[in-house]
């Protein structure tokens, strides 16, 4: 910006509200004999005390009214001995709002026009009534040729060979110019009148043009022809300078990146730079020149741009952001800056404004507001995570205590006790519940998949009713299961999961909630599929999962996005459950197949590798009874369920038992009956000291202490954070007696 005022050629400066010089180019600083930066942030008194006071009312009235002040032609003292004369343009200056922080203020030296000096002011009040306005020299050449009365620079005759006044022209005045002014003077001597005629002088290395007046004058002895010269030069060259000027705004503005326009009052386009062109998606300003603004704001904006306009057209400014539409269709997001432009009178006859694209700017800050919205969904999700640990970790507890005690009680039934059907029911619902507790920590991220040879058809029946709690009532399920399906490598949980998922997808895709949803399982040979997402088919067979519904169907734009995270077409959804189902078939090494077309519905199979065994029931491994279990077995856990129904089992084996409810009441139990304590079984997840904490202080007292962790995390999550050595073993909660008992005794013999 330096650069650009330093090329200016008047005086210029930018002084705030306080009267303090911001910015100065270098003609102010040459005239003032400093440096422009000498002159930032200084009050305007430190330069010009004497006049410091009146420029800044001037200032003050462009400060308030917000209108330039223009052609104001004042004396400005630069030295002790000399002033010059001045002509200041002011105009106010805005900040970002469009309110008025400051004024620009534009110089223009009259010195060299006027060349008045104290001495002469006489003289040139006596003849400005004659003259009408005031010429560069003045001088008197009476009726015998001589001159008198010399005011001004003499220079504007030439070379006149060391002064002209009180000499005859014809020996100081070289040439024909000589002949002409003595010619001039006898003819207004003799005749009268005024006389009007031009002529050109070398001054210097520059050949200058005069325009001059003669006119009769008469003194009381004498008559003679005051004639007053102009420098013509001085004129062309302001034509040339404000000409140069001109040129160099227009370059500016031409080579402005942001669009410039100028409009009407009526908000018709005046005048247009190249960029606003390319900005409404114009060849040529031919096409928009005299057409209304508003045909290019979209209808949503047009009232905000109204009272803009309005307020510009009234002699304020303002700042807008709105969106606009170009001939060619293109909508982009645009910024203006507005604000009246004004004549010579102060008179505000057009709208002048800088627009910039923020198109960029706009998509930067919408996708930063999705990317926070995406962090809050995450951390919402985080924090039902947590809850959903802290009650699976809970409920195991509840579970651990209700199928023990069940298992416990039918151990002690007759084999024709009547009571045997109900407990049998109840242990059958616990370990229901326990599936339910698995789920819950697989959506807690607190279980890592364990994946298992498994009957998918199997898999889906036990799903039923949890799919039916999925779909709109009005919605028809249809079940297609395969018998003698052979068997899939998977994690039972995140397999229900994934049919749940596809099952709620199909329901909401249903229109009005009416419409069938079909689930299928069968075999098919990889050859027979194309791979849509998941990893490509790796062996020759798969068993599939298949979900088809009635319902709107996808654009093929859609369906390929259908599987990304956060993509969702329901103003509602997390955009999260079609993620899960392809993060689940490529965790299985499996692939996903899809068909759909708007109005017809949507099939999705997910597809996965056979393996040879299927699964089988854990067998039970003893009865409860008297087993080969000796000394003392340390029950460490803060639920008090369990640490009972434990109790009551070994107790029953013939094993004695001692309690703590935490894992400082267990030390201090260990530490003093270490020798008679054979093995622990020790809860993980405990207020104060987790389980892993405990079993290294244990192993402090004895190194070879066994340690039985139960807990209803996974192994993996537990015995990955042990640190210490020595036998431990790990027992899922919730667990039945003869598991515990079987647990225990492996761990013991081991040790």
């Not at 306009?309 to 700042?319: F, L, Y």
């Not at 537990?718 to 899922?732: R, W």
């Not at 007696?737 to 081991?750: D, H, I, N």
């Amino acid at each position: 910006m330096q650069v650009v005022v330093d090329a200016l050629p008047m005086l210029f400066f930018h002084k705030d509200t306080e009267n303090r010089i911001l910015r100065a180019n270098k003609a102010v600083a040459d005239l003032l004999g400093v440096t422009p930066e000498e002159m930032e942030n200084t009050p305007t008194s430190q330069w010009y005390p004497d006049e410091a006071e009146a420029y800044y009312k001037d200032d003050l009235e462009v400060i308030r009214t917000g209108r330039p002040r223009l052609a104001i032609v004042e004396q400005l003292k630069v030295s002790e001995t000399e002033k010059h004369w001045i002509r200041t343009d002011k105009f106010p200056h805005h900040d970002e709002n469009g309110e008025v922080d400051g004024i620009v203020v534009f110089i223009h030296d009259l010195t060299a026009d006027y060349h008045v000096r104290e001495g002469d002011q006489t003289n040139d009040q006596k003849l400005r009534s004659i003259l009408g306005t005031s010429p560069d020299v003045l001088f008197i050449i009476d009726q015998d040729g001589l001159c008198t009365e010399l005011s001004g620079d003499e220079a504007v005759l030439g070379e006149t060979g060391g002064g002209l006044s009180g000499k005859r022209v014809q020996d100081t005045v070289h040439g024909e110019l000589a002949l002409q002014l003595t010619s001039i003077a006898a003819k207004v001597c003799e005749r009268g009148g005024t006389e009007e005629f031009e002529y050109s002088v070398q001054v210097g290395e520059k050949q200058r043009v005069y325009a001059a007046k003669a006119t009769r004058f008469d003194r009381e002895d004498r008559v003679g022809a005051m004639f007053a010269c102009w420098d013509r030069t001085s004129a062309n060259e302001r034509e040339a300078e404000l000409f140069e000027t001109r040129n160099r705004l227009d370059t500016i503005v031409e080579a402005e990146p942001e669009c410039v326009k100028v409009l009407s009052p009526a908000g018709l386009l005046i005048d247009m730079n190249p960029a606003g062109l390319r900005m409404v998606e114009a060849d040529s300003f031919e096409q928009v020149r005299g057409r209304s603004v508003y045909d290019f704001v979209t209808p949503e904006h047009r009232e905000a741009y109204f009272a803009l306009h309005s307020r510009v057209i009234a002699g304020g400014s303002g700042v807008l952001e709105f969106e606009i539409e170009g001939l060619k269709g293109t909508r982009r997001w645009v910024e203006t800056h507005a604000a009246p432009l004004r004549d010579r009178a102060g008179s505000q006859i057009k709208h002048i404004a800088i627009t910039r694209d923020i198109s960029e700017a706009k998509r930067a800050e919408a996708d930063r507001e999705a990317l926070e919205a995406q962090v809050r969904h995450v951390q919402k999700l985080e924090s039902i995570g947590v809850l959903a640990g802290g009650i699976a970790h809970d409920f195991s507890n509840h579970l651990t205590a209700i199928l023990a005690n069940a298992d416990f009680a039918l151990g002690t039934l007759d084999e024709g006790s009547v009571a045997r059907e109900s407990i049998d029911a109840c242990i059958k619902s616990s370990k229901q519940a326990a599936e339910t507790c698995e789920q819950l920590l697989t959506y807690a991220g607190r279980r890592l998949g364990v994946a298992q040879p498994t009957n998918l058809t199997d898999l889906v029946n036990r799903s039923l009713k949890l799919m039916k709690l999925s779909v709109s009532k009005r919605a028809e399920l249809e079940v297609e299961l395969a018998e003698n399906l052979p068997a899939a490598s998977v994690d039972s949980t995140q397999i229900q999961q994934l049919v749940i998922n596809l099952v709620t997808n199909a329901s909401e895709a249903l229109n009005s909630g009416t419409g069938v949803i079909k689930v299928r399982t069968g075999v098919v040979d990889h050859q027979s599929t194309s791979s849509g997402s998941g990893a490509q088919p790796k062996m020759n067979r798969f068993v599939y999962i298949e979900v088809i519904d009635s319902g709107c169907g996808m654009s093929p734009e859609t369906r390929e996005k259908i599987f990304d995270p956060f993509f969702t077409t329901k103003f509602t959804g997390r955009g999260l459950g079609l993620a899960t189902v392809a993060g689940t078939a490529r965790g299985h090494e499996g692939f996903i197949d899809t068909e759909s077309m708007l109005g017809l519905g949507t099939r999705i199979r997910v597809h996965f590798p056979v393996v040879a065994e299927l699964a089988v029931e854990p067998k039970v491994v003893r009865e409860l009874s008297e087993g080969n279990l000796s000394g003392t077995i340390l029950i460490v856990d803060d639920d008090s369920a369990v640490r009972e129904v434990v109790e009551r089992i070994l107790e029953y084996a013939g094993i004695a038992v001692m309690t703590a409810e935490s894992g400082t009441a267990a030390l201090e139990l260990f530490a003093t009956h270490s020798d008679e304590i054979s093995a622990v079984v020790l809860d993980h997840t405990m207020p104060g000291m987790v389980g892993t904490e405990v079993c290294d202080q244990l192993r402090q007292i004895n190194a070879t202490v066994p340690v039985l962790f139960s807990s209803g995390h996974p192994e993996e999550h537990v015995l990955t954070e042990q640190t210490s050595t020595g036998p431990m073993a790990f027992l899922k909660k919730p667990f039945r007696p003869a598991e515990l008992l079987s647990k225990l005794e492996e761990l013991v013999s081991v040790s």
